[in-house]
């Protein structure tokens, strides 16, 4: 590479430079700990678990992109890897706090607790904080075991057959949870007495594993959000992202260019699968739930794909933020009275969608954007009016959610199928730019001829 | 070029699809430094020869020796690491991808970080990012493709995007550049200024090129030798003008006897 006279021009990648080392990963914690201990207490009970299944959600959708964004495999069985990792973890956090505290409640710090009421001087972090992380680092490796095993078909199976293996791994493990193990010790003395490997087969079978402590919080649930879409930022971003998606996009070219596709379509399966078994640990361990494989088959699998799909296939924000649209949205179908006002915000957007569409077709501009606006417009419009008529006649309309979801689907699809920042990210600057120069095209003059 | 080793040394790989043998007993030397042309009329088995060279296809019969090395057989992103690159006669590049990404992923093969680096933002990966990205914008304004370095691969004129494939494959730091139809679809200017480039690649990056051709025009003008594929069967090799004039040659293209002129 000889050639003289030539600039080398210094400057960010498409995704931006990124911080540096470790300070991102200190603050996301820090930033955890602060969410934790102020604004943890101002919350009603409601609000924190809206929060914290936020959390979760963003690690699962955030986790799925990298095996349906990143590469483009079809993976219908997330929920499978959030199945092993959570009863993993909650396997070690039972059976072991029986073991080394004596019983199983929650022995956390402030950290830990989703309480607000606890009395006395409460520690910030315990010794069944340190279980609690080390169980759910556990769960994770365990599940990105399983990633590894169900990433192998991936190298001879592609699209629709790929999908099917996932989803049959799924119900595999659904059905293996809850056809072999049976209901969980409770007796102290009866769980001393019982060897170790025995532990994995009282897990609770068909009926779920109760009497899990509730370690799950804002701390563990928001900064393992924030951990998950820095690790993913970082990895989209590296030159093993560009290796990742190359396969999405073109697979003979990517392999032409060098890049080992097998060993990166397991990769993405046993990164995601570790994400999504933390993410399970979490929800194990979570104040209101419990635990059940029954409700972790393919209806899970299916809600974060929506969010992954809606996100745009590749987006890590489009991810994070369609899971919080998709963990609030089920909230808010049970508050008609809230959503009746929906108009306020559809109307603007309709009549604003309508006519930036008008401008555009008579620029000869893309037309995607006003359409983005007039598809939310509508579906807000349709929220306003489905919630007037629930008030009416007295209706839960939270559990018509999946019909919502699907209208949301549909509306997305037509108006823009590579879902909202198809592979982008809202901080790019080439999405600005493109935003920058579908401005510039309305301005130009109709009929102008393009350089 | 006499006295030096062959870059590549291709012999007698065959191919058949079914009862059709696409390419039979293909030979093939590039010595350091040549630019060499494949030509023949449609369906004569050229791409398939390509496919053969960069293990897309494994060949039935033959070996492929790439700088010394047996690659025979070898899975195409072993074949890119030891040394040979290729562009596309249908255009793969990778569409949602900015052309910067592109030309940037065609580093990846070379890179020494591994991923645990790339997550922890280490020193050493960002160092290497950095020269990846220098590369590439170096390839870029190479091919006059930098302004639109952030554009969408798939939003660059069909000419740019041949370029962009080129400029790929030479991220890469290939030995060997294969190019499958490299002015297909390009109008006179863009194929007088692609001779130009590919001259200029040849010698700034010491690659050597294999390429396929349909535009008499563009071959005779920069390839030293060529071969003449018809039906999968070689049938002529040698410096332009004598291949020009070879009845076989004419007879495969015009499909009756001919004779030189
Ligand atoms: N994967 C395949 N399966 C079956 N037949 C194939 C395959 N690939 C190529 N062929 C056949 O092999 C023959 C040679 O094809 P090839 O693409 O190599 O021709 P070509 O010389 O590149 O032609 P063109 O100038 O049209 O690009 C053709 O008859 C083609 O139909
Ligand atoms: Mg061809």
């Known amino acids: 590479m000889a050639s003289a006279g030539q600039i080398e021009k210094p400057g960010p990648t498409l995704m931006g430079s990124a911080a540096i080392g470790w300070l991102p990963t200190i603050a996301i914690i820090l930033a955890a700990v602060i969410i934790q201990i102020t604004i943890r207490p101002m919350l009603g009970d409601f609000y924190a678990k809206v929060l914290l299944d936020i959390g979760v959600n963003i690690v699962l959708a955030v986790s799925l992109t990298m095996v349906n964004g990143f590469t483009g495999q079809f993976s219908m069985g997330h929920a499978a890897f959030m199945a092993v990792g959570g009863y993993t973890a909650a396997t070690v956090m039972y059976y072991g706090s029986f073991r080394l505290f004596g019983e199983a409640s929650m022995a956390g710090g402030v950290l830990s607790s989703m309480m607000s009421d606890r009395e006395g001087p409460v520690p910030y972090f315990t010794r069944g904080d340190l279980l609690f992380l080390a169980s759910t680092l556990f769960g994770g490796l365990v599940a990105a075991g399983c990633g590894y095993l169900v990433g192998l078909p991936s190298l001879r199976l592609r699209g629709d057959y790929l999908a099917i293996v996932t989803l049959g791994f799924g119900e595999i493990v659904r059905v293996l949870i809850q056809a072999l193990t049976t209901d969980a010790l409770y007796d102290a003395d009866e769980i001393a007495a019982t060897p170790v490997y025995q532990f994995p087969k009282y897990i609770g079978g068909a009926l779920g594993f109760s009497g899990l402590p509730f370690y799950n919080s804002l701390f563990w649930s928001l900064g393992l959000a924030g951990l998950t879409i820095l690790t993913a930022y970082r990895i989209k971003s590296s030159t093993f992202g560009r290796a990742f998606l190359s396969i999405r996009e073109d697979e003979i070219a990517a392999e032409a260019m060098g890049v080992n596709t097998t060993r990166y379509k397991v990769r993405a399966f046993v990164i995601a699968a570790f994400f999504a078994g933390m993410a399970g640990a979490l929800f194990a361990h979570t104040s209101g739930v419990q635990l059940n494989a029954g409700e972790l088959g393919f209806l899970k699998s299916f809600d974060i794909i929506i969010m992954v799909v809606l996100g745009g296939l590749g987006s890590i924000s489009g991810a994070a933020f369609a899971a919080i649209i998709l963990t609030i949205l089920p909230e808010l179908l049970r508050q008609p009275a809230f959503l009746v006002h929906g108009w306020i915000v559809a109307v603007p957007l309709i009549a604003g969608g309508i006519a930036l569409r008008m401008l555009a077709a008579r620029r000869r501009a893309d037309t995607s954007i006003p359409k983005l606006l007039i598809g939310f417009g509508v579906a807000v419009a349709l929220l306003a009016i489905a919630a007037a008529i629930a008030r009416s006649r007295d209706i839960d309309l939270g559990r018509y959610r999946m019909i919502f979801y699907a209208l949301a689907l549909i509306v997305i699809m037509i108006a823009r199928p590579q879902g909202l920042l198809s592979v982008r990210e809202i901080w790019e600057r080439g999405l600005w730019r493109g935003l920058g120069n579908w401005v510039r095209s309305l301005r130009r003059e109709t009929g102008e001829a393009r350089p | ?261």
């Open chain 2, 1 to 261: 070029m006499t006295g030096t080793e062959p870059i590549l040394k291709v012999e007698g790989i065959s191919k058949a699809f079914g009862g059709l043998k696409a390419v039979q007993d293909f030979a093939l030397t590039l010595n350091p430094g040549d630019v060499q042309g494949l030509i023949g009329p449609n369906g004569a088995g050229k791409t398939t020869c390509f496919n053969l060279l960069t293990g897309v296809y494994r060949p039935d019969a033959g070996r492929v020796q790439l700088n010394g090395a047996e690659v025979t057989g070898l899975r195409p992103y072993l074949i890119a690491g030891a040394g040979m690159a290729r562009t596309f006669q249908n255009i793969r590049l990778f569409p949602d991808l900015s052309v910067l990404d592109n030309v940037m992923l065609g580093s990846h093969l070379r890179t020494r970080q591994n991923m645990t680096q790339a997550i922890l933002r280490t020193r050493f990966h960002r160092a290497d990012e950095r020269a990846i990205e220098r590369r590439a914008r170096r390839l870029l304004e190479l091919f006059e493709l930098d302004t639109r370095a952030e554009e969408e691969a798939r939003s660059l004129p069909y000419g740019d995007q041949r370029k962009l494939e080129i400029a790929r494959a030479l991220a890469t730091d290939p030995k060997v550049l294969l190019l499958d139809e490299p002015a297909a679809g390009m109008n006179p200017q863009e194929k007088g200024e692609l001779r130009g480039l590919i001259d200029r690649i040849r010698r700034e990056f010491s690659v050597t090129v294999l390429l396929i051709e349909h535009d008499m025009n563009v071959v005779m003008k920069i390839c030293e030798t060529i071969t003449v594929l018809d039906y999968g069967v070689t049938i002529a090799v040698g410096p332009p003008g004598r291949v020009q004039s070879d009845p076989k040659v004419i007879e495969a293209y015009l499909g009756v006897p001919g004779e030189a002129h």
